[in-house]
């Protein structure tokens, strides 16, 4: 098992705090929502993410278990 970071679409209302904190790991679309840059959802810094997570106020950002190699 791994672990990913991961925006739930459904939550996200596009504050931008993320991409604030953490602009190497998120971006923000043409319509103002927050995602994950490509590679960077298991290559992130710790740090920045957990300071992300902790600051988005819908709590959309979320690290998941992955499985590896299937």
Request: net charge negative.
């Amino acid at each position: 098992m791994s672990q990913e970071l991961y925006i739930d679409p459904k939550r996200c209302q596009g504050h931008a705090r993320c991409w604030s904190i953490a602009p190497e790991t998120f971006g923000i679309d043409e319509e103002g929502f927050a995602y994950v840059l490509p590679g960077r959802e298991g290559a992130y810094d710790e740090e920045s993410a957990q300071k992300a997570i902790k600051n988005c106020p819908e709590r959309a950002i979320k690290v998941r278990d992955v499985e590896v190699g299937k």
